[in-house]
């Protein structure tokens, strides 16, 4: 960077080498030339004049600093000032922007269910109606379309379950978590009887929460949990320990087939998978939408986990 660009930056250091060098030249070239002057006028003796003139220089350089200091305060309190009117600015942009695609992406997939609806309940229709009537292929052709339009309208279902957790979250109320976790493993109940899955938990705390929202969040990791497991009978226990005077520690482990730790962040991204829909379906946006109810809740959410051993998801709330 040039000097005369560095020197026109709106800084501290660069006011200060601007102010600061007119001072340190013109003042002591002033009060060498008033010395010169009072020399030959004969206002003082030569010894005299040197320390009257070295004092002058002294408290003058002093009163210049000051001045200099103040000066660049009130000039770094006006950047201040500029530099936080201008952060408020981009964090209001910032949430209007998140408002509006939260919104859209609301309505957009709020708006999308009945019409997929619709062509998934007619596909479904012509498949049933024609299906003696078609050769092999079109009944291909049909079953691509009606396996289609189901995963669009899951993903649909999912998209506007991730838009409201934060468009339609209720108040945060005391909540007794065993209960809420029962809820879970109760609305599972087909998954775990076929899959003859093992879930327990151990006491679990009452915390001040949105209930609706931590059932979907402990229904999802369980689910989860016992979807991405091979062995018989897939094993799940859920707990929770106090881990500070503020914060509780909860985990929800398993004896799946693990994750691999490159991917430990991905998961959390919403419509990244680690698997193709053929191995295990499902469409990448439920662990978005368990992070992004513990953020809501003022936590952090993170896995533990190998390739064979197993998954601990772990999320902290405060309470």
């Given amino acids: ?12 250091s660069a006011a200060m080498f ?9 003042i002591p070239l002033a009060v060498g030339l008033l010395q010169l002057f009072s020399e030959k006028e004969q206002w003082f003796s030569r010894d005299t004049s040197i320390v009257v003139f070295a004092i002058v220089r002294v408290v ?12 660049l305060e009130k000039k770094e309190e006006a950047i201040l000032r500029k530099r936080e009117e201008q952060l408020k600015q981009l964090v209001a942009r910032l949430e209007r922007s998140n408002e509006e695609l939260e919104r859209f992406a609301y309505i957009a997939s709020h708006d999308l269910q009945e019409p997929f609806r619709m062509i998934s309940s007619f596909t479904q229709l012509l498949a049933r109606k024609y299906h003696d009537k078609l050769d092999q292929e079109a009944n291909e052709y049909i079953a691509f379309a009606v396996d289609g339009a189901k995963r669009m309208q899951l993903l649909i279902t999912d998209l506007l379950a991730y838009s409201r957790v934060a468009t339609k979250g209720k108040r945060f109320e005391r909540t007794h978590l065993k209960s809420v976790v029962d809820q879970a493993i109760q609305n599972l109940g087909v998954l775990i009887q076929e899959k003859g899955a093992q879930i327990t938990t151990t006491d679990l705390p009452d915390v001040t929460v949105d209930q609706r929202e931590f059932l979907q969040l402990f229904q999802n990791l369980i689910a989860n949990a016992i979807k991405f497991n091979n062995q018989i009978p897939p094993v799940v226990n859920v707990s929770a320990v ?44 439920g662990l978005a939408i368990c992070k992004k109810i513990v953020e809501r809740h003022g936590g952090k959410i993170w896995v533990e986990s190998e390739v064979g051993k197993g998954a601990k ?6 309470g």
Avoid at 18 to 26: A, D, H, T
Avoid at 258 to 271: S, T
């Fill in 1 to 12: 960077m040039k000097l005369k660009e560095w020197l026109a930056k709106n800084t501290i």
């Fill in 18 to 26: 601007r102010y600061l060098l007119p001072l340190v030249i013109i």
């Fill in 313 to 318: 998801f772990c999320f902290t709330i405060p």
């Fill in 60 to 71: 003058v350089l002093v009163m210049a600093t000051l001045f200099l200091a103040f000066f």
């Fill in 242 to 285: 106090r881990r500070s005077n503020q914060e509780w520690l909860f985990t929800v482990e398993d004896n799946g087939i693990g994750i691999a730790p490159e991917f430990h962040d991905q998961i959390f991204l919403i419509f990244q998978r680690l698997h193709s829909k053929e191995d295990y379906d499902g469409t990448g946006v």
